[in-house]
């Protein structure tokens, strides 16, 4: 299958590279303007991005970018609630390969926040959410095969509270059985509120995920993704 066989809804944008890289650097261009015209005319900027393997060209690419950096906040779409030094930790990941070079000197908003579990650390992450410019700028989503984005999983029991458009938290507990480690997430109000909403995406498979996500858009809540798929969002594929 190939990107252009899919039939995008109206308004909705695709970028399709041959490799990783090419996307990534184009994503990181798209999101690096992004962020420099917001700071044109605002104090602060924000960029919400996700863990995994995907986005690493992404954030090489735009750790590089010149930007004022020290104007822009940077958060987590989701964290799997382990230690910074746990293989699964997708803090240490955006520290590793996003928050060097320029971005570096970029503030980082953490979710892990002291607690044995995310319910005991919850009323925290809140608190260092606090201060975070509502709408968010930027955010760049992934997608699972099962249709989830950030920790917002179907067969999560709080998935109801996640995606509920009229809950005002920023930021919620997530339990999926389906997952060996509990998680915490931004809500889905908080996240397709932003200016700039970006899917970023590798591999054939997750054509087949779009493909079946467009398929009954009004399920949400089997394919929490579909929640995203509108007028505005900017689609970045690869192949491999």
Same mark, same amino acid.
């Given at each position: 299958?190939?990107?252009?066989?899919?039939?995008?809804?109206?308004?909705?944008?695709?970028?399709?590279? !041959?490799?990783?890289?090419? +996307?990534?650097?184009?994503?990181?261009?798209?999101? #690096?303007?992004?962020?420099?015209?917001?700071?044109?005319?605002?104090?602060?900027?924000?960029?919400?991005?996700?863990?995994? %393997?995907?986005? *690493?060209?992404?954030?090489? #690419?735009?750790?590089?970018?010149?930007?004022?950096?020290? !104007? +822009?906040?940077? +958060?987590?779409?989701?964290?799997?609630?382990?230690?910074?030094?746990?293989?699964?930790?997708?803090?240490?990941?955006?520290? =590793?390969?996003?928050?060097?070079?320029? =971005?570096?000197?970029?503030?980082?908003?953490?979710?892990?926040?002291?607690?044995?579990?995310?319910?005991?650390? *919850?009323?925290?992450?809140?608190?260092?959410?606090?201060?975070?410019?509502?709408?968010?700028?930027?955010?760049?989503?992934?997608?699972?095969?099962?249709?989830?984005?950030?920790? $917002?999983?179907?067969?999560?029991?709080?998935?109801?509270?996640?995606?509920?458009?009229?809950?005002?938290?920023?930021? +919620?507990?997530?339990?999926?059985?389906?997952? &060996?480690?509990?998680?915490?997430?931004?809500?889905?109000?908080? $996240?397709? %509120?932003? !200016?700039?909403?970006?899917?970023?995406?590798?591999?054939?498979?997750?054509? &087949?995920?779009?493909?079946?996500?467009?398929?009954?858009?009004?399920?949400?809540?089997?394919?929490?993704?579909?929640?995203? @798929? !509108?007028?505005? @969002?900017?689609?970045?594929?690869?192949?491999?």
């Amino acid at each position: 299958m190939k990107m252009s066989e899919l039939s995008l809804p109206d308004g909705i944008e695709c970028h399709v590279g !041959r490799t990783p890289g090419e +996307v990534g650097e184009q994503l990181a261009d798209a999101v #690096a303007g992004f962020l420099a015209e917001r700071l044109s005319s605002a104090p602060r900027a924000s960029l919400v991005v996700s863990g995994g %393997s995907t986005p *690493l060209p992404f954030f090489h #690419a735009l750790s590089g970018k010149i930007l004022e950096w020290n !104007r +822009v906040d940077v +958060v987590l779409a989701d964290e799997r609630w382990v230690s910074e030094d746990d293989p699964a930790s997708n803090t240490a990941l955006v520290k =590793a390969h996003l928050l060097r070079d320029r =971005a570096g000197e970029a503030h980082f908003l953490s979710l892990k926040q002291p607690g044995a579990t995310p319910e005991e650390g *919850l009323a925290g992450a809140r608190r260092c959410l606090a201060g975070l410019i509502e709408p968010p700028d930027v955010v760049v989503l992934g997608m699972g095969n099962d249709g989830h984005t950030a920790s $917002l999983f179907p067969d999560a029991p709080e998935l109801p509270t996640a995606m509920d458009p009229d809950n005002n938290e920023r930021v +919620v507990v997530a339990t999926p059985p389906s997952q &060996a480690q509990r998680r915490i997430t931004l809500t889905y109000r908080f $996240l397709v %509120s932003a !200016r700039f909403v970006a899917l970023h995406l590798r591999g054939e498979d997750k054509l &087949a995920t779009l493909e079946e996500a467009m398929a009954n858009p009004e399920r949400v809540m089997e394919m929490p993704v579909r929640g995203f @798929l !509108r007028p505005g @969002l900017k689609i970045y594929w690869s192949p491999s």
